[in-house]
């Protein structure tokens, strides 16, 4: 069965410093993976998939994700977390051999203090 | 363009009564999906529509829960008899294709009493 781990129910960082909000996930083909941001009262916003190629993929507002497929991780990253950035993370897997649904992770929030 | 569009936002409605929620996709997106969030919670799969092809109902909860799509416009997702458990956020989404990225529509916001 397909599933999603997002370990940490909340994320806590200083403005400037840089953010990671972990994924772990199974699946038994191959995956394509995404990462969606939810901000309050909005709906989710994709911000960056991985379908094949490089294992670093860049997306929306700065972010990044590295995907190791030796750790079925595919960690979010950036360098230098805004205040703006405060806003719940969902990581998603879609297997290659089973149609077009997501599953996604319970979810992340992360804030950003200034 | 414009982006999914869903009607109503808000659905109050008691325990019992049937419900229908409407999802416009993206024009031209021939796939389309419903997905469930409840309090607190990650999105929850319920179906997705390809094209001509079956739809995959493989994440409806129970028969209560029905949905149909007019070529590939318009979607309706069904609950009939709702009980408070249904009580969620019902997000509908679109994409080109299965393998692309899925735009997320608003929501409708149900309230089963």
Same mark, same amino acid.
């Given at each position: 069965a397909q599933s999603v781990a997002q370990p940490e129910d909340q994320v806590n960082v200083a403005e400037g410093n840089p953010l990671t909000v972990k994924c772990t996930y199974s699946v038994s083909g191959n995956p394509y993976l995404f990462w969606y941001v939810q901000y309050p009262n909005r709906g989710l916003q994709f911000l960056l998939k991985y379908?094949? $190629?490089?294992?670093l993929v860049k997306g929306s507002y700065g972010f990044e994700a590295e995907f190791n497929k030796s750790q079925t991780s595919f960690h979010l990253k950036k360098p230098s977390a805004l205040v703006s950035d405060s806003a719940l993370y969902f990581c998603a897997v879609r297997d290659?051999?089973? $149609? $077009?649904k997501l599953i996604f992770g319970q979810g992340t929030e992360l804030s950003v203090k200034p | 363009g414009a982006g999914v569009s869903q009607s109503p936002s808000n659905k109050v409605t008691e325990k019992g009564k049937d419900v229908e929620l409407r999802c416009d996709p993206i024009s031209g997106h021939t796939a389309l999906y419903w997905y469930r969030q409840r309090l607190g919670q990650g999105l929850e799969f319920l179906i997705y529509f390809q *094209?001509?092809?079956?739809?995959?109902?493989? *994440?409806?909860?129970?028969?209560r829960f029905s949905a149909e799509r007019t070529g590939e416009s318009v979607s309706t997702l069904t609950i009939q008899r709702t009980q408070q458990e249904d009580s969620a956020v019902y997000l509908c989404a679109s994409s080109p294709g299965t393998v692309y990225e899925q735009y997320f529509g608003p929501g409708t916001r149900l309230t089963v009493t």
């Open positions: 379908i094949t $190629g490089d294992n290659r051999n089973q $149609g $077009g | *094209g001509n092809s079956a739809p995959d109902k493989s *994440g409806l909860p129970s028969d």
